[in-house]
Every structure is written in C-alpha cells, then in structure tokens.
C-alpha cells in the first residue's frame, strides 16, 4: 500500500487560515470515513486532531476541521498560530484492513 | 489521564529480533485496540500492526511475515516482535490507543523509542 499525498510543505501567517490535502484512492481515503489527522511536534508523540474525518477530540482547538471529497480528504487550521507550526499526517483505514498515513506536511507559521 | 510508558532494546544488529514493549497506566486496558506506529529518519508514519479486544491481531501487509504483537493483560501491557530486522528498520517505534469503541484513530500515544539497527 503507498502512503497518501501531502503537500510537503504549507505556510501561513498568524491569523490566515490554511488548508492541507490528502490523496488516496477508494481503497481508502474514498472507500471509509476513516480519516483521521495527526499533529506532529519533532521528538514528541503525536497529537489526535480530527477523527473519523471531521470529528474533534475533546480538547483540540475548534480552529482545526476536516472534510473529505472523493479520494481526497483535507484539513483546515483557520486563525492559524505560532503554536500551529509542526508536522501533520493524514491516516486512512483501508480495504486490507490496516492503516495507511500520508507522507506529511511541515506546517510553518511566517 | 491514562499514559502509555513503552521499553526495549535500542540498538540491534542485522537478523536480530525487535522486541518492544508497551504499559497502560491509570486507564483500561481490556476494551480497546493497541497498535504499533514507526517513523524512520526523516520519514513519515508508518503503521506496523494492532492487537484487539479479544487477543486477535492485524499486520501491515508489507511487514506481516515479520511481525508478532501479543499482550498480557494480566500486566495491561502489549508487545512488538519484529524479526530479522535490517537498516531499513530503524525508526522511532511508537505505541497508540485506538479511540473508544474500536474507532480507526489513535488517541494516546506512547513517548516513542529509537530503535538504530547498525552491525
């Protein structure tokens, strides 16, 4: 299985809103709303952000939201802060019965 | 808040066994699925495998031939064997909690263990 497509890198300023695509193929991303996304601070364990594609755990900012169209789904960092700026993965079930991530985004704060 | 503390061998040789050890703290471990998660050197996540509710396991198809996860709940712990491991092995090995109810997103993870395969 190959990992889904990010973007390798996204920039914004504080306050803008951003967005970060993930691209499968309906033996995942199409096939499930199993979409879930991951904040990513280097040498930290990763962070739930949305699951089930457009669910917040308790505790994670409403600024992050998530939606899917056909084999692509995306995150949305709206009102983006210095805070914000780390790696982001996408993860999708699949058709196998196992997990794929993204290949990831380094978000950056200018 | 429950916490996930994880062990084991940090530098192994080529052909040796991994083997990774993860405990469930101050939460429930009967209930939920566990899963193993790598991320080599400058490369992104990878799923290994998970274990569920009832002892019964699922494997990344590319590493299933290698690949062992088992628990002891007696312990509220959980295991990763991966044999014959190469180069193309070393990675920060983590371990997660999948979200209540069997969901397919990992909602605690564990702190993360180098593991550097170099003969």
């Known amino acids: 299985q190959s990992a889904l497509t990010q973007p390798a890198s996204v920039s914004g300023s504080p306050g803008q809103s951003i967005t970060i695509s993930c691209t499968g193929t309906s033996s995942d991303v199409g096939g499930y709303n199993y979409v879930s996304w991951y904040q990513h601070h280097p040498g930290k364990a990763p962070k739930l952000m949305i699951y089930?594609?457009?669910n917040r755990p308790s505790g994670v900012s409403n600024r992050f939201s998530g939606s899917k169209s056909g084999n692509t789904a995306s995150l949305t960092i709206s009102g983006l802060q210095a805070e914000d700026e780390a790696d982001y993965y996408c993860?999708?079930?699949?058709?196998?019965?196992?997990?794929?991530f993204g290949t990831g985004t380094k978000v950056t704060v200018l | 808040q429950v916490q996930l503390q994880q062990w084991g061998a940090g530098l192994l040789k080529p052909s040796e066994t991994l083997s990774l050890t993860c405990a469930v703290y101050d939460g429930s471990f009967s209930g939920y699925y566990w899963s193993w998660v790598r991320q080599p050197p400058g490369k992104g996540l990878e799923w290994i495998g998970e274990?569920?509710?009832?002892?019964?396991?699922g494997y990344n198809p590319s590493l299933r031939s290698r690949v062992t996860i088992s628990r002891n709940t007696s312990k509220n712990q959980f295991s990763l064997e991966l044999s014959s491991v190469t180069a193309a092995d070393t990675a920060v090995y983590y371990c997660?909690?999948?979200?209540?109810?069997?969901?397919?997103?990992?909602?605690?993870w564990g702190q993360g263990t180098m593991v550097t395969v170099s003969s």
């Open positions: 274990i569920n509710p009832s002892g019964g396991t």
């Open positions: 997660a909690r999948h979200c209540s109810g069997g969901r397919k997103a990992f909602d605690i």
């Open positions: 089930e594609v457009t």
């Open positions: 993860s999708s079930y699949t058709s196998t019965y196992s997990y794929v």
